[in-house]
């Protein structure tokens, strides 16, 4: 199976919603393991490794365009 790319959310502002609506009155390491929590949660429905690869690598590829790294001084 293939991670799916297409657009496969009803509504993305009622999604972005939920998950602003979830974080709120957090403090970091709440929003943080929420997150982590998340991730186990939809990584187990989803049940499959190569799909979790896929999305994994993906991410981890945005993120690093989006943020390039910077050495820590030291």
Known sequence: ???????????????YDMLTDSHHDLDEGQSKML????????ANHIGDLNVLRQAFALA??????ALPHTPSAG
């Open 60 to 65: 981890r590829v945005n993120v690093e365009q």
């Open 35 to 42: 997150d982590a929590q998340l991730v186990l949660l939809l």
């Open 1 to 15: 199976m293939q991670l799916n790319l297409s657009q496969n959310l009803d509504s993305y502002d009622d999604f």
